[in-house]
């Protein structure tokens, strides 16, 4: 059902997308203002709809691999590590503890280059054009770190079933240490560039302001609920691989507005660095991959639920396996499907700019959303 | 504990089952099946105890189709799957958008992928599919590939189905496999 304009009322029905810069990606939302008022906003969504979920049933398990990374294209790692997770749960199979290493420090990696990527897109939503130069230099480093190690700059296939498909090696290893130095030393420079800029202060703080409640009863999950003030990280609530071994902080902040969603990601990153570090400093020796992992795996019957936390919350794949080397079912859940549903009712009544910064602030990834 | 609340209070809805799986190797917490009927109360009770709603979806067998749902709890590590079983033919279940309003995307899309009608729903036009494509239902299962609830389920095979599923493989320790070749 698309709005209708209301006769009684002096309103203008406006399309925003599907291809507009604001929406990263085919997504349309159809618009009721009233002057520069936000009405209502209503998503319309699947235009880039491929049904990953149907190319799971008719794919191999490992056939898969190359569907994972291109959901969310700007952290495709912890779908990739759902994935596997969630069929060697099924399988009975657990990867050796150097693979599971590798899968942390690539996916924390992966999380510092999906939130340098949205903060110079969110601040290049709102007219700030310098961020996102010093944000893609930081990140063009990352990018070339996960190139070393999985062969991908953006869509990574680096996790298999069973372990990771190489090794680390020492320039890797070298070249992370160097990134998580360097990244440090750049969060003074973004806090002073942007975080205390009384103009991007006046565009974000109590702007969009989600409550807990509305966070809950929606199933927001990852930045978005974490600055709602609730400390949901499936990393800690849930633990899963090997994070339980490191030490590190869920961010939570509790005003709910779009500046807590981006200090949120800002902690979010020096967190990843400290996990990175860690894994780097404990990186066991050993194989990357289990024995004897059949070429046709063969899973279930059963059906199992692997949630993992991905860059924009909690990514989940509910598995039933049939006893073939197909899934039966595999339904992927995306954070984004969630945290985009209570747009209209965040949207109630604001100012059509700052539907802008609101948008940014949930860090929207279309893809993931269609799937 | 909110298993044990949560656990206790499912229990007093008197569901078709309830189970408490093993969580490494089906990775929730709590199993619940109730009757079409009871997922409004269902629901109540996952957002009386704080939970929140991750997702709705189906799996389409015969010879029923099987809605499924998924709440966690966010702050302790709580995962309830909840299931109810419909008639393929005319699949319908009561909404629970008004209990979970982020239900409402999840069920227009169980409805785009599977035909599930959601009884109340306001609007089940088509969400992901373009229009033209109403009532294509692309994730239905075909002749073939159409397998028996209990084939894929193993907590759903009726006593007299023939030979009894594989148990669940339990989890290999890799320790002593990855020592040796270290």
């Known amino acids: 059902m698309i709005l209708q304009p209301d006769p009684t009322r002096d309103t203008l029905i406006l399309n925003m997308g599907p291809q507009h810069p604001s929406t990263h990606g085919v997504l349309r939302v159809v618009l009721k203002l009233e002057g520069e008022y936000v009405l209502e906003a209503q998503p319309v969504i699947g235009y880039g709809h491929r049904m990953h979920e149907k190319m799971g049933e008719v794919r191999t398990f490992s056939g898969f691999y190359a ?3 291109r959901m969310d294209y700007g952290c495709a790692l912890p779908f990739a590590h759902g994935h596997v997770l969630a069929v ?9 503890p150097r693979a599971e290493y590798l899968r942390v420090i690539a996916t924390e990696l992966n999380r510092v280059g999906s939130h340098l ?12 054009f310098t961020p996102i130069l010093y944000a893609f230099d930081d990140r063009e480093a990352q990018v070339d770190l996960l190139e070393h190690l999985t062969g991908n700059r953006f869509v990574h296939s680096y996790m298999r079933i069973g372990g990771v498909c190489r090794d680390a090696d020492e320039p890797f290893l070298a070249g992370t240490r160097a990134f998580v130095q360097r990244m440090r030393s750049r969060f ?4 002073k560039l942007v975080t205390g800029n009384v103009i991007f202060r006046k565009r974000v703080e109590g702007v969009g302001v989600i409550s807990r409640d509305m966070a809950l009863k929606y199933g927001a999950t990852g930045p978005v609920i974490r600055g709602s003030g609730v400390a949901y990280d499936i990393r800690r609530v849930e633990p899963y691989s090997v994070y339980p071994d490191f030490d590190f902080e869920i961010p939570t902040f509790a005003e709910g507005d779009c500046f807590a969603r981006y200090r949120v990601r800002m902690a979010e990153m020096e967190q990843s660095l400290r996990i990175i570090e860690q894994a780097l400093d404990r990186l066991p020796e050993g194989p990357v991959m289990a024995e004897k992992i059949p070429k046709k795996l063969k899973v279930g019957p059963g059906d199992t639920y692997q949630a993992v ?15 073939s080397d197909q899934a039966y079912r595999l339904k992927i859940r995306s954070p984004c499907f969630s945290n985009l549903s209570l747009l209209n009712e965040l949207c109630q009544g604001v100012l059509l700019a700052d539907l802008v910064a609101i948008m940014g602030s949930l860090d929207l990834v279309i893809p993931e959303i269609d799937r | 504990m909110v298993l044990d609340a949560l656990a206790a209070a499912l229990e007093a809805l008197a569901p078709q089952r309830l189970l408490r799986p093993d969580y490494p190797t089906r990775g929730v917490h709590l199993d619940v099946t109730v009757a079409p009927a009871q997922v409004r109360a269902l629901a109540t009770v996952a957002r009386e105890h704080g939970f929140l709603l991750e997702d709705v ?4 067998a015969a010879p029923q189709l099987m809605v499924v749902y998924h709440f966690a709890h966010p702050e302790e590590a709580c995962r309830l799957q909840g299931r109810t079983l419909v008639d393929r033919e005319q699949p319908e279940v009561p909404t629970i958008r008004a209990i979970y309003p982020g239900a409402d995307w999840h069920e227009r899309e169980t409805h785009d ?31 073939k590939s159409l397998k028996a609830l209990g084939a894929v389920v193993p907590e759903f095979a009726a006593p007299g189905d023939g030979p009894a599923p594989k148990p669940r493989p339990a989890k290999k320790d890799p320790a002593p496999a990855a020592e040796g070749d270290a």
């Open chain 2, 57 to 60: 979806t189906a799996v389409d």
């Open chain 2, 113 to 143: 992928f599977y035909g599930v009608v959601f009884r109340d729903h306001p609007d089940l036009s088509p969400f992901i599919l373009p229009e033209e494509s109403a009532g294509l239902m692309p994730l239905r299962k075909g002749e």
């Open chain 1, 88 to 96: 060697e749960r099924l399988a009975g199979l657990v990867a050796p």
């Open chain 1, 309 to 323: 936390e991905g860059g924009r919350g909690m990514v989940g794949y509910y598995l039933v396996g049939d006893g």
């Open chain 1, 117 to 128: 990527l949205w903060f110079g897109a969110f601040l290049l939503d709102m007219g700030a």
């Open chain 1, 67 to 69: 569907n994972v990374g």
């Open chain 1, 188 to 191: 003074d420079t973004y806090h």
